[in-house]
């Protein structure tokens, strides 16, 4: 384990399908909370294009906030996220009837620090699957994860830059982009060929299952 990760080394996966599930805006609500965090801090956050830097302005003189000033809200958001984050729209539901039939692990993108509370927030709601924290690229540490492995494997995101990782490192994974925010979701980028979009954890639910043969 990197001393950019945390959780890493506690997974032991079983001789059985692995789901490999994102957190932030997949598993759980991020952009509505998010947004309500700043407006609390006298800023908002603008759809005007999918990301952060550029969009988060003042609500007293609509001044953009440096991307500095953007990485620091999301650092002090999510060392409270016990506060502000709640799951996405079925996906507590969804990912226990797939772990009838696959281990799952939950992969986020978050500074290490904030991995007790992260932990805290998902037990919270139901979802105790095993965690890991990262700053490193995804694609390598599903592959090292996985292994030499013959089960099939599920990754789920809702950033290309991770979807594309995984698939060049993990190229035997079946991908699939899921955001919960419809607004900033309507503004994602094309994730092109091999990576399959979907609208709900309905259909996540389905797709994986059908995937898996289960």
Not at 24 to 33: H, I, K, Q, W
Request: proline content about 7%; overall charge negative; glycine content about 6%.
């Amino acid at each position: 384990m990197t001393k950019n990760s945390k959780g890493l080394s506690d997974i032991k996966l079983r001789e059985r399908p692995l789901i490999v599930c994102d957190i932030d805006e997949v598993a759980l609500e991020f952009v509505t909370p998010f947004s309500a965090y700043l407006r609390a801090q006298g800023y908002e956050l603008l759809p005007r294009s999918f990301r952060l830097a550029g969009n988060v302005v003042s609500l007293q003189d609509g001044s953009e906030a440096s991307p500095d000033r953007v990485r620091a809200f999301l650092d002090s958001f999510f060392a409270s996220q016990l506060d502000w984050q709640t799951p996405a729209d079925a996906a507590a539901a969804s990912l226990s009837a797939l772990a009838e039939y696959a281990d799952i692990v939950f992969l986020t993108a978050m500074p290490p620090r904030h991995y007790g509370a992260r932990r805290a927030l998902l037990d919270r709601h139901d979802m105790p699957f095993p965690l890991i924290a990262t700053e490193d690229a995804k694609g390598p540490l599903i592959r090292d994860l996985h292994g030499a492995r013959q089960h099939p494997i599920v990754f789920i995101d809702d950033i290309l830059y991770n979807l594309r990782s995984v698939q060049e490192h993990v190229p035997q994974a079946r991908t699939l982009q899921y955001m919960a925010n419809e607004v900033f979701r309507g503004m994602a980028p094309d994730p092109g060929n091999g990576v399959t979009q979907a609208a709900h954890w309905s259909e996540i639910e389905s797709i994986v299952l059908d995937h898996i043969g289960a």
